[in-house]
């Protein structure tokens, strides 16, 4: 079992800046693939960004890139989401997921995932 913890959400004015982490614990020797999903109110799921747990590789939605940054911290076992220039429809709820499969790149599909945490919210006002 891995489990996944989120934080770091809250309310932020459009153009700044929040930092979400994500702490893993349990069998994090199994983890493959973590990444971060969010969901806005009458809105599918969607991927923002994931990485390759051994090689750091990185990945990013077009609608996030040049804008967030996701990084790991190997020794604690976590992942960071550095959000910059914030905008109204970034708004949503952030998850962080842990996927197992060795699919060969970094998941972008909510199916490359096996634990999922509760969720952190972000509100970006204008």
């Known amino acids: 079992q891995v489990h996944v913890v989120e934080s770091g959400g809250g309310l932020v004015q459009a153009g700044g800046s929040r930092r979400l982490s994500c702490a893993a614990s349990?069998?994090?020797?199994?983890?493959?693939?973590m990444g971060w999903f969010r969901q806005a109110p009458g809105k599918e799921r969607e991927f923002v960004s994931g990485?390759?747990?051994?090689?750091?590789?990185?990945y990013y939605a077009d609608s996030v890139k040049g804008r967030f940054t996701i990084s790991r911290d190997i020794a604690n076992n976590t992942v960071s989401l550095q959000m910059t220039s914030l905008r109204p429809e970034d708004t949503a709820v952030y998850y962080c997921?842990?996927?197992?499969?060795?699919?060969?790149?970094?998941?972008?599909?909510?199916?490359?995932?096996?634990?999922w945490g509760q969720g952190t919210q972000v509100t970006v006002s204008s």
């Open positions: 349990g069998r994090t020797f199994s983890i493959y693939t």
């Open positions: 990485l390759a747990w051994t090689t750091g590789t990185t």
């Open positions: 997921a842990a996927g197992l499969a060795p699919i060969g790149g970094v998941g972008i599909r909510q199916v490359d995932y096996d634990y």
